[in-house]
């Protein structure tokens, strides 16, 4: 398994631009697919996006158009890159590793959180 640790979070307005970063440690990144997920008080974590080991890529379509997930293996980081941010977007952001595809995610970090304000 992977660790994971998420950065980059904070407070912006709304129209701005963030991005995550998730550092992964051990030798096996590339490996593995990867994604982003974000949860608000209440809600079920739900799916933001999805690299493939292969670079195919999947969006929620609430973000499609404004986030772009990306990734350097050669740094063992994963990045989301979220533009023309709105107050729906304030959640705890969570990267995850996952193994296999179709099955369940690996690994998680421990979240960051983004708030929109308007």
């Known amino acids: 398994q992977v660790q994971l640790a998420e950065s980059g979070g904070g407070l912006v307005q709304a129209g701005g631009s963030l991005r995550l970063s998730c550092a992964a440690s051990?030798?096996?990144?590339?490996?593995?697919?990867m994604g982003w997920f974000r949860q608000t008080p209440g809600k079920e974590r739900e799916f933001v996006a999805k690299l493939s080991r292969s670079g195919l890529t999947v969006y929620a379509d609430s973000v499609k158009g404004r986030f772009t997930i990306s990734r350097d293996n050669a740094k063992n980081t994963v990045y989301l890159q979220m533009n023309n941010l709105k107050p729906e977007d304030t959640a705890v952001y969570y990267c995850?590793?996952?193994?296999?595809?179709?099955?369940?995610?690996?690994?998680w970090g421990q979240g960051t959180q983004v708030t929109v304000s308007s």
């Open positions: 995850a590793a996952q193994q296999f595809a179709g099955k369940s995610y690996d690994s």
């Open positions: 051990g030798r096996t990144f590339s490996s593995y697919h």
